[in-house]
């Protein structure tokens, strides 16, 4: 099986992928390339979806490095594989043969590189997360590692867009509580709620962070059902479950 993921230019000289749910083992509601291990899919298709993606990648699937995400800014600094996932939300390393993989389903996956120094970052950066910090907390861990941020390029991925994403005032008043300037992700409905516009506001933060370049595929999970697993789409469906899109990136030996 041959997959055939979304990649930037941004990140040309990385071996990297934004996996859609294009092929896969999974049947069904998971139909696809489903590789959620928290998913109520069989284990023995996300194990194959974990082993074909591992496989693009010329690993096998220990070195597919991945976390027990739970919408922080915790970042795991890697220099060798870990025996079990770990609590987190982004993974950095400058380790040759590692491949850093982040599961989303309408949150942002970052991808992040420099060049110069071979440093890679990905974050899973929902609102939360990105309220929190984790993307300013993965460019910072990747400076340990020796990146200089003007060198660093990011990268996110598909993701829930603005015009999908209805929120209440209670969750604009949680957003701009300590970021007053995050109102301007917002544009008021019709209904009297509000349309958030999550990649813009993660670009917002990566432009004040000085990194090198920065963009959005400009890919919206929720509207491209066929592409793209969505935890909202599948909510408004009321389905009792949905799928997880891989977000990869690795350094090659």
């Not at 958030?196 to 933060?205: A, K, W």
């Not at 920065?214 to 066929?226: D, K, L, M, R, V």
Request: charged fraction near 20%; include cysteine.
């Amino acid at each position: 099986m041959t997959l055939v993921p979304l990649q930037s230019e941004l990140l040309a000289h990385t071996r990297h992928g934004f996996f859609t749910r294009d092929k896969g083992f999974s049947t069904g509601l998971y139909s696809g390339l489903n590789c959620g291990q928290g998913s109520s899919d069989d284990p023995n298709h996300v194990r194959a979806n974990r082993d074909a993606t591992a496989e693009y990648f010329g690993h096998t699937e220990i070195q597919l490095q991945s976390l027990h995400q739970i919408h922080s800014s915790d970042v795991v600094v890697l220099d060798a594989p870990m025996p079990k996932n770990r609590k987190g939300d982004a993974l950095v390393t400058a380790t040759p043969g590692l491949t850093l993989s982040i599961l989303t389903a309408d949150c942002q996956p970052v991808l992040m590189y420099d060049k110069k120094a071979k440093v890679i970052g990905a974050a899973h950066a929902g609102w939360r997360g990105t309220k929190l910090g984790v993307l300013q907390n993965t460019i910072a861990a990747m400076e340990t590692l020796g990146a200089d941020r003007s060198e660093i390029c990011a990268v996110i991925g598909p993701c829930i867009s603005q015009k999908a994403y209805e929120v209440s005032p209670d969750f604009l008043d949680e957003v701009c509580a300590n970021d007053p300037n995050a109102i301007h992700f917002f544009v008021q409905n019709k209904d009297g709620g509000y349309q958030f516009d999550l990649p813009g506001y993660g670009l917002s933060i990566l432009k004040k962070e000085n990194i090198k370049q920065f963009a959005w595929t400009g890919h919206c999970t929720y509207s491209n059902p066929t592409k793209f697993y969505s935890y909202r789409r599948s909510t408004h469906l009321k389905e009792p479950d949905y799928g997880r899109l891989i977000n990869c990136i690795s350094l090659q030996p």
